[in-house]
DNA sequence: TAGCTTTTGAAACTCAATTTCAGTGGCTTG
DNA sequence: CAAGCCACTGAAATTGAGTTTCAAAAGCTA
């Protein structure tokens, strides 16, 4: 089932509407292969649909990190952003801090080591978060 | 050189001025073993010292940052919070999400692969978060 | 001690996130 | 397919952490 699906179904079983504007602001959303933050999302949309408004857009956002869709990701820069979640497909990320590019990184080995450290503690783990800031290759030079 | 000395040493070279509550709330600060956000530091400091600001206290944390006695650290709660740098001691962070207890936990392994994964992509590592969210044993009854 | 400069604390301000509310518009039922 | 309910929308107001302002207070240096 694709996201969209997802998407519709949340809306349904939760009695929420499917409304134009969340049509839009999902597909928008879908089609980047970028990490948005809602104003960089609302400057998108703003181009083709002036009357969308930042609520609007902040609170579907929202919606697609409840129903899975999406992860709300925190790099620090006191903007929240929200990237399009391929469930098959874990991945962290290396930050630039100068020219703000992000690269996604998979590491199993780290993963298994995650695990291994949570037994340690006999914690039991929910999610996590693994950021490397510092330059890409053209910011260093 | 202990970490009240690298304060110190640190105002003096700044031409910054060696005051009654920065050396109140350096000392309450590094009495702690805790997490502190600059809120949390504002009451335990207002117990004894009520006249002393919560932008007072909030600036300090910042010095105490900026001189390297301290780290700022961001769990996603939207607070800041600091804890007293051993610069001998890296160290990441276990968070329970439900009663807030932060364990701390060092694996070399894990460090050696982070550096793995930067050469893989040209990148220059500056710093990093890495922190795993879930239970704590106590909640996870 | 004088005098210059930084600091302090209260209050104001900033900015993203969130909430409010009156008007709008899906959706379901008869 | 019309009516009516209830969620949605967008603009504006509010929140809350963080930051800045400014006049009075306090360090530091000569």
Redesign the pocket.
Known sequence: MDRASVFNQY??T?????????MI?LETFLDSASHY???ELYQVLRQD?P??????????L?LFAECGIATEL?FGD????FEPLYTDHHHDHLVCTRCGKIIEFVEPRIEQLQREVAQRYDFTVESHRHELYGRCIKCSQ
Chains 1, 2 share one sequence.
């Open positions: 809306l349904r939760k009695g929420l509407k499917n409304t134009r504007q969340r602001i933050s809602t104003e649909h009357r969308i408004g930042y609520a609007t857009v902040h609170r579907t929202k925190n006191g903007q929240a952003r």
